[in-house]
């Protein structure tokens, strides 16, 4: 029987605006950190908010994708999340309009590790 490693599904934010690797030795530079269960991460793939950001703000946001969000793109994933959580009560969808709010107030990066 073979047994499949699932990859941990996080969002940080950054506490500076400096690159950085997304490993272990890092997390101490996270200001925020969210490890989504994958009930989370299910109920917003079935919500489609995974792939509509990804329009939004034009990157490839998926299952197995590192992605970060940064500049002009904060601001368009935030507005595309505030409509959205209009839409849907889902605080999966409310957290994460949180996440780019602080992203942009810290002047930093939203990072998606799927």
């Given at each position: 029987?073979?047994?499949?490693?699932?990859?941990?599904?996080?969002?940080?934010?950054?506490?500076?605006?400096?690159?950085?690797?997304?490993?272990?030795?890092?997390?101490?530079?996270?200001?925020?950190?969210?490890?989504?269960?994958?009930?989370?991460?299910?109920?917003l793939?079935?919500?489609n908010?995974?792939?509509?950001?990804?329009?939004?703000?034009?990157?490839?946001?998926?299952?197995?994708?590192?992605?970060?969000?940064?500049?002009?793109?904060?601001?368009?994933?935030?507005?595309?999340?505030?409509?959205?959580?209009?839409?849907?009560?889902?605080?999966?969808?409310?957290?994460?309009?949180?996440?780019?709010?602080n992203?942009?107030?810290?002047?930093?990066?939203?990072?998606?590790?799927?």
């Open positions: 029987m073979v047994k499949l490693l699932m990859r941990e599904k996080t969002i940080t934010i950054c506490r500076n605006s400096a690159p950085y690797e997304m490993d272990e030795k890092n997390t101490g530079n996270n200001f925020m950190l969210w490890k989504l269960t994958d009930k989370e991460f299910e109920k793939w079935k919500l908010i995974w792939e509509k950001l990804g329009e939004v703000c034009n990157l490839n946001v998926g299952r197995f994708n590192d992605v970060e969000f940064t500049g002009e793109n904060l601001y368009r994933a935030r507005d595309f999340l505030i409509k959205e959580s209009l839409k849907h009560d889902a605080p999966e969808i409310r957290k994460l309009r949180d996440f780019f709010e992203g942009i107030l810290r002047k930093s990066g939203v990072s998606f590790s799927f």
